[in-house]
């Protein structure tokens, strides 16, 4: 196994972490204290490509590769929460699943403006009465014609204040159980299809968190995204890219997190010292950075078994749930070398704190990715 | 029209530390980046491209380390990069470094030449002037915009300390630009991995050169000035602390400023 | 030994036929090697209607004064400026030639060298006469500012160097002085404009990055009322430097977040930091203890800002600050270039 980046990757990395510095860091505070949807900073990712990264040019993506979609993710994060799943969930939920499982008019249709950046992506499978266990789907979807029409709701759906497009899941045939779940590409636009309520949440709190509300919704027949029945294994692949990203996400909150708390010990003086000189903080430190580097390299891997094609459902939850858990620790801690400055919004590291969380818990909760790395195992 | 930008590799000197203790120049870990001025020279080129056509090559001397420098130019846009690279250029000075890249320069095509006022770890703003003499061009120095770019001529503001100029000049020329010129673009996703995987960096060595330069002006040979000795700043002392009354106060502070020639 | 290069050009850098200060720093600092090389200090005095300028050249230091008097030279532009420089050096034959390290100096001397050719040192903060070889040692900050270079020239004569404003001393003026004034032919011909210069515009502002700036007024909590920011840009203006603030004054709302200097605003390294009522928490000295030269004026002298100050002041900086802006204002008018 080779961890070694390529030279590309790393002229990658420059690029992204000059712009995570510049453009996505200044904007952090704001964004979570005001709850505001960076739209300005979408758009700046827009113009260098970010939108699209591992698609092909022939789509308009940038013929970058997973791994690279990956770091942006982790460098955006690294300074800003919000702007991490802003494009994971772009990425990930709604460009893929497109790309993957979409009919090449589908595609030529929509790909090219959400890898563009122009529109934004988001996903929609959670409901009221089915989270973990997505089956309980209540969203229905009835052919009528050359149309479905779809009635129901769903909750917690990120960046669906700003997104254009939806890929969305709903009932075609309860009977069928999970088989009975199809997928459709929606535009915002479509007639009985509205943005409900704006969550309210402890982190990542710039990034749009809304309900959707589908009344008597209008969707052609030809937005049925693959086969009819065969929603439930697409949201499942879909989700497997997603972790990947949330993982990343993850990462980036812990290693910042590892920045800033390396700073100020390297400044604060306790007893006469700096406490970075206190063993205490050296040990800490040492654990904080070997937990997410291991996070790290665990990313890495899924997103390369992604390039490769092979399956990853198992890599994507592991990658996830030793990630996610990692940042909640590691961001704990550096509140607590933070002290009481830590617990202030002075300083960054709280927010990372509140933003952690999260990843312990969307696109599959810790026990989910838990479920899913035993069943791999075949331990039933 | 036809762009050739002068490009430096440096070292991010505000990254540079003096160790406390040995009192000599940190330089591991500091990242080698595009040196300011001359990305600011990049971005205007890439701009001119987009307004008026027409091609933006790059042109560096240096280590085959500075690769990675001009691939960053190729991700940002650049269509050409070339790499002046071999030990007979090492250890040249400002005089026999614009005799080697203007040697170089005279191998290809241009309208329009454009190098950063100075590289942040020489500062010596030397290189420019002296390619536009040994090519026998037109130059304007420190230029902080580009008001208007024509098919024979480009007008620029100058910059001095108390005044600007607006400035014509007829092209072929050389300007030397300020980094306050611009806010040089990002890399793109697709510029980087076609940087890699579709363009390439093109070397230049002496082998290519020869016919075109003499080799005693190359290099350290060829260099007008010597480093006798270099140390680091000295750190300075403990300062002082008054309490004194309002005017002994401005008399102490008027003689340090007058002896540190401050004002 | 006979040595046919000799003497000491320094390159009068004017602007509207004013002498720039830095011009007669050079020669201040000319006039000291020259002593021991035992040889003349000529100043190049080049441009329109300028022959009359050439008696200040004298009086403060010039042995002689070489002058380039024509139309195509009144408002600088390189080439007609190199020329006049080039033939001055072919006809004198100095051993040094000097510039001032400006926009200038900076675009003629190494245009210059390149002419030659010849060796060419940027912005010396040092010069020396090496003892026996009787080189001119040439001393310069790189890495910016993290180390010093002494350079000696090894081409062709003359030895050259632009020299940077404000590091050396000026004589004092003294009339009495008397030197023989040299006029030279350039040769000049419309040709030689290969510019045309569109417009000039005097004392343009720019836009203030505090970051870029070699000389900061700063100011912390302790100003007290957002109104006595204007003494300290008062101050700043007579130092011809910017005011910067610390996060407590950004925070409420005294100043843009753009002049704040410290972990959250910007980090600076000016020349001069004078530090106007701001204590020194760690998070604001992370931001200026690189500056070379750091005043501090405070009420408390338990401040942290102290551990940092070159020099200290305990007091009351809304008294002492429109104090030290008048004694400045003074000391700039007795020392003024006539």
């Known amino acids: 196994m080779d961890f070694t980046l390529s030279k590309e990757h790393l002229l990658f990395r420059e690029m992204i972490r000059k712009f995570a510095e510049t453009e996505v860091k200044p904007l952090a505070e704001e964004v979570d204290e005001q709850e505001r949807f960076p739209i300005e900073t979408v758009k700046k990712m827009a113009r260098y490509g970010l939108m699209g990264i591992k698609f092909p040019k022939e789509y308009g993506g940038q013929g970058g590769d997973a791994l690279a979609y990956i770091m942006a993710v982790e460098e955006l994060s690294k300074v800003c929460g919000t702007t991490g799943v802003i494009l994971s969930a772009h990425t990930s939920l709604c460009c893929s699943p497109i790309y993957n499982f979409g009919t090449e008019e589908q595609k030529r249709k929509y790909l090219p403006k959400l890898l563009s950046g122009e529109h934004i992506g988001a996903f929609g499978l959670t409901e009221p009465g089915a989270g973990t266990d997505a089956s309980g789907q209540q969203t229905k979807a009835v052919l009528d014609g050359d149309h479905y029409v779809l009635n129901g709701s769903k909750i917690f759906i990120t960046n669906a204040g700003h997104a254009d497009i939806f890929v969305i899941f709903a009932m ?25 309520k704006h969550e309210k949440k402890m982190g990542i709190k710039g990034s749009s968190t809304c309900e959707l509300i589908m009344e008597n919704c209008i969707v052609p027949k030809e937005n049925l995204l693959g086969k009819e029945g065969k929603g439930f294994s697409i949201a499942m692949a879909t989700l497997d890219g997603g972790r990947v990203g949330i993982a990343a996400q993850a990462l980036g909150l812990g290693e910042g997190a590892i920045e800033e708390a390396v700073k100020y010990v390297k400044e604060r003086k306790q007893f006469g010292k700096r406490i970075s000189q206190f063993q205490n903080t050296q040990f800490k430190l040492a654990d904080m950075h070997t937990k997410m580097e291991a996070a790290r390299l665990l990313v890495y891997n899924a997103a390369l078994k992604m390039d490769s094609g092979e399956r990853f459902s198992e890599e994507a939850a592991m990658a996830k749930l030793f990630a996610a858990e990692a940042a909640m620790e590691v961001t704990t801690q550096a509140v607590q070398l933070f002290g009481g400055y830590g617990y202030t919004r002075e300083y ?5 704190m509140r933003d952690a969380k999260i990843t312990e818990i969307y696109e599959g909760t810790s026990e989910v990715q838990r479920m899913v790395i035993s069943s791999a195992m075949g331990v039933k | 029209m036809k762009i050739i930008v002068c490009m430096k590799q440096v070292p991010d000197t505000t990254e540079v530390r003096i160790d406390p203790v040995t009192n000599t120049l940190i330089r591991d870990g500091v990242p080698s980046i595009i040196n300011p001025d001359d990305k600011a020279g990049l971005e205007a080129a890439l701009t001119i491209k987009e307004q008026v056509g027409g091609t933006v090559t790059v042109v560096s001397m240096g280590p085959p380390q500075a690769d990675v420098a001009l691939r960053e130019a190729l991700a940002m846009g650049a269509d050409e990069a070339y790499l002046i690279t071999d030990r007979k250029f090492g250890g040249a000075d400002t005089i026999a470094t614009s005799y080697t890249i203007s040697s170089a320069i005279k191998m290809l095509d241009y309208d329009l030449i454009i190098a950063g006022r100075q590289a942040i770890d020489g500062d010596t703003a030397q290189v420019g002037p002296q390619i536009a003499e040994s090519l026998g061009l037109p130059q304007v120095s420190y230029v902080e915009r580009i008001e208007k770019i024509e098919e024979d001529k480009i007008t620029v503001r100058r910059q001095f300390e108390d005044r600007y100029q607006i400035v014509e000049v007829k092209l072929p020329c050389l300007i030397t630009t300020l980094s306050e010129l611009n806010e040089p673009r990002y890399m793109s996703v697709a510029g980087i991995f076609g940087a890699y995987r579709e363009k390439e960096v093109k070397k230049v060595t002496f082998e290519e050169m020869k016919e075109y330069v003499s080799e005693e002006r190359l290099g350290l040979k060829g260099s007008c000035t010597k480093v006798k000795q270099s ?15 309002e005017d002994e106060a401005v008399e102490i502070i008027m003689a340090k400023l007058i002896e540190k020639n401050l004002i | 030994m006979e040595n046919k290069y000799e003497n000491i050009v320094v390159f009068i850098e004017q602007r509207d036929g004013e002498i720039q200060k830095v011009a007669l720093e050079i020669i201040g600092k000319a006039r000291e090697l020259a002593e021991k090389l035992n040889c003349k200090v000529i100043g190049a005095l080049i441009g329109y209607n300028i022959k009359a300028k050439a008696q200040d ?14 139309k195509l030279l009144e408002h600088y532009a390189t080439e007609p400026y190199t020329k006049a420089v080039v033939k001055v050096i072919e006809t004198l034959k100095p051993d040094i030639a000097l510039y001032g390290a400006t926009a200038i100096g900076r675009d003629l001397a190494p245009r210059v060298s390149g002419r030659i050719p010849t060796g060419l040192t940027a912005d010396c903060t040092k010069l020396e006469i090496e003892e026996g070889t009787n080189a001119l040692l040439m001393t310069r900050p790189a890495f910016g500012g993290n180390l010093m270079a002494t350079i000696i020239s090894t081409g062709p004569r003359p030895q050259m160097a632009t020299v940077r404003a404000g590091v050396m001393k000026a004589m004092k003026r003294d009339d009495s002085r008397k030197g023989e004034i040299i006029e030279i032919d350039a040769g000049l011909t419309d040709a030689d404009m290969n510019v045309k210069i569109l417009e000039v515009v005097k004392g343009e502002n720019k836009s203030v990055d505090i970051s870029e700036a070699k000389i900061l007024v700063s100011g912390g909590r302790g100003i007290g009322k957002k109104e006595n920011l204007s003494m300290l840009r008062e101050l700043a203006d007579e130092l011809g430097g910017e005011v910067s603030v610390s996060r407590a004054l950004a925070d409420a709302g005294y100043a843009e977040k753009a002049l704040q200097v410290g972990q959250t605003g ?14 020194g928490a760690i998070q604001h000295l992370a931001g200026m203890e690189d500056s070379d030269f750091i005043i501090a004026i405070n009420k408390d002298n338990t401040a942290p800002i102290f551990d940092v100050a070159d020099l200290g002041i305990v007091g009351d900086l809304t008294k002492i600050v429109p104090k030290l802006t008048e004694a400045i204002k003074k000391y700039k008018a007795e020392n003024a270039v006539k």
């Not at chain 3, 910007?266 to 204590?279: D, E, M, R």
């Open chain 1, 172 to 196: 075609t045939d309860k009977s069928l159980g999970t088989k009975g779940i199809s997928a459709f590409i929606v535009e915002r636009n479509f007639p009985g299809f509205s943005i409900g």
């Open chain 2, 231 to 245: 140390f680091p700043k000295q750190a300075k002392g403990k300062g002082t602390v008054h309490e004194v009354s």
């Open chain 3, 266 to 279: 910007k980090t600076v390294h000016p020349n001069l930091y004078v530090a106007c009522g701001i204590s």
């Open chain 3, 57 to 70: 050249v004298i009086a403060y230091g010039a042995d002689e004064v070489a002058v380039v008097d024509n």
């Open chain 1, 348 to 352: 960054p590291v709280e927010r990372m």
